[in-house]
């Protein structure tokens, strides 16, 4: 099928069936190539027409593609530096443009076309690309038109969800302590009273966009005792930024504690905090333990049902029933930040050794 413009310019739309069918291009030159559903098109397919993405016209060639995430296609790998570790899109890194040369059929990556130049020369000829995050809440029209395609969305299976719906570029059958269908959402009964609640603060000491994020959970215990997760403002930030950050969820939330790792910056923590606030209720939490290990008493509690997040965490979930410490690339956090307010709202005492899970 092809589309002609008043102008003479003509638009194809084709198929790549199959690898070799990539060969019926030899010779072409097309100045804009597009692809709808990349993921569905293999490496060297790609590569091939590129190649053909040539021109004498005047326009300058270049290639557009959209596609849902697949994290065992090829393109989770190309796009990796703009993906986060817990498959979400880094939003500081969405749109930024890199530079790429395949050396020996390896790709190499730099920030910008001189660094690989220096680095390989002149010759490795590096190509511009960048990844764009979008999601379906950001095709309006479409929403506008057809409200019920999101719930078509949602009566897909966990898998497909995270990726069609919530663009998770590296969900698949999650082996974490804790498991998705432990996870209970809803919001705080009617005639629960939340007893205690505090803010847990995971730091990093840097604000760079490769840094760990900062964990920030506010969670509270609730006059049935249960748990409950209420919000999770964390994020990439810097010390003055998160110390204020984790503050006024304090303050919003009306908390009775910030508890804060003091593994990292020994008082630094301590010191941030009660530079916004002086008057904060603080407490320095150090970790002896392994993560693992620290995990484990609150699994528990989610696999007897004793947590409820007030709303859908992503970012936090996807951590929570992910996290191996032998394949989790970055510091989880956000799970960290949680587990740490949670030992301090439901486990005292000797409460901790009682709890353990099943099978276990």
């Excluded at 923590?269 to 970790?287: F, G, L, M, P, T």
Aim: net charge neutral; hydrophobic share 35%; charged share 25%.
């Amino acid at each position: 099928m092809q589309w002609h413009f008043p102008s003479g310019a003509k638009e194809t739309f084709t198929h790549l069936q199959h690898e070799k069918d990539v060969l019926n291009w030899q010779g072409s030159q097309v100045p804009l190539i597009k692809y709808d559903e990349l993921t569905h098109f293999t490496k060297k397919q790609f590569f091939y027409m590129l190649s053909r993405s040539r021109s004498t016209c005047g326009v300058r060639p270049y290639i557009r593609a959209t596609c849902n995430p697949d994290p065992d296609s090829w393109v989770a790998k190309f796009i990796d530096w703009w993906i986060g570790p817990d498959g979400f899109p880094i939003p500081e890194r969405s749109g930024v443009v890199r530079w790429f040369a395949s050396i020996n059929d390896v790709w190499r990556w730099g920030d910008s076309r001189e660094e690989l130049v220096d680095q390989y020369g002149p010759e490795c000829d590096p190509k511009s690309v960048t990844f764009v995050a979008s999601s379906i809440y950001d095709n309006k029209i479409l929403l506008e038109k057809d409200p019920g395609y999101l719930a078509n969305l949602k009566a897909q299976s966990l898998e497909e969800q995270m990726r069609l719906l919530h663009g998770n570029w590296k969900f698949k059958s999650e082996g974490g302590l804790v498991k998705r269908d432990w996870i209970k959402h809803g919001a705080v009964p009617e005639g629960v009273r939340l007893v205690r609640a505090v803010v847990a603060i995971d730091p990093t000491g840097s604000s760079k966009s490769t840094s760990d994020e900062v964990g920030i959970i506010v969670a509270a215990k609730g006059s049935d005792g249960r748990g409950y997760v209420l919000d999770d403002v964390s994020e990439i930030l810097s010390p003055d930024r998160w110390a204020n950050r984790s503050v006024n969820s304090y303050q919003h939330y009306q908390a009775d504690l910030i508890v804060g790792e003091a593994n990292f910056g020994g008082d630094l923590v301590e010191r941030n905090i009660r530079a916004v606030d002086s008057s904060v209720n603080y407490k320095a939490v150090r970790a002896s333990r392994g993560k693992l290990v620290r995990l484990e008493p609150i699994a528990a509690l989610y696999e007897r049902g004793l947590i409820t997040h007030v709303k859908h965490f992503d970012k936090l979930e996807s951590q929570l029933c992910s996290y191996n410490p032998e394949t989790f690339d970055k510091s989880p956090d956000r799970m960290d930040a949680l587990v740490w307010a949670f030992t301090e709202l439901m486990l005292s005492g000797n409460n901790a050794r009682q709890i353990s899970l099943g099978g276990l």
